[in-house]
């Protein structure tokens, strides 16, 4: 079955300053994850090319909990590491997970407050980073304000872009902020942009797009020739060949 996905894609120029246009381009549905228990493919995904990591902030119940599930490539359950993070803002709010995404044998997540509706200003995210495959947490970084829902990393720089910024920004890899780059767009009433991945020397950023399923889109993730999709409603992971 084929889809064809609309995405946003900035280009960097010389003077390090964003370019965009919209890009639009075919891909096969090659087949899906399904998730063991409910509300598991809930925040985001990532992989290795040889086994996926699936973020949730929800448990079975749909009270707040972050869940790591792994399963391999194949879609065949592997384990689950519950409550893997229990880390609290300054106010002893709920930090969510967010995206994820892997890089050199670590998994490295985003968490954030904005699930336990603090005031804006008040607003502040981290990263988690976890050992693989055991997924031993390893440290815990403070990024600052704003809802990080996605990273990336590229050319040794990790890019997170934000919920509620239009904002891309870049760390480095120790998540000390670098560079900001203003993005231009306008968000809609349902929020800003959810995902960001590169390919060759562009990096697209996800805020409106055409998802494989109804419920694909909440999480995003470029691996090799497939693309990774967090289908919510379906409680799975839709994977595409490019």
Known sequence: MKKNIVILCLAFGLSGLLSFHTLAFESSYEGTIKMKKPFRAWQGVGSDGKNVYVTSDRSEKFTLSNTVSVYDIDGNYIKELKRAYIGKDSHNRFMSFGDCYVSSGFLYATVYNFNSAPPENERISRIVKYRLPD?????????????????????????????????????????????RYSLSETFGDEGGYQGIFFDGYSFKFIERIKPPTYGSGQGVEKVGNSIFWVDRPGNQIIIQKL
Do not use: C, P
């Not at 390893?138 to 239009?166: C, P, R």
């Open 135 to 179: 997924l031993k947490q390893v440290q815990v970084f403070d990024i600052g304000d704003g809802t990080a829902e996605s990273l990336a990393k590229f050319k040794g720089f990790f890019w997170i872009i934000y919920h509620d910024k239009n904002e891309i920004r870049r760390f480095d890899a120790n998540f000390r902020l670098q560079k």
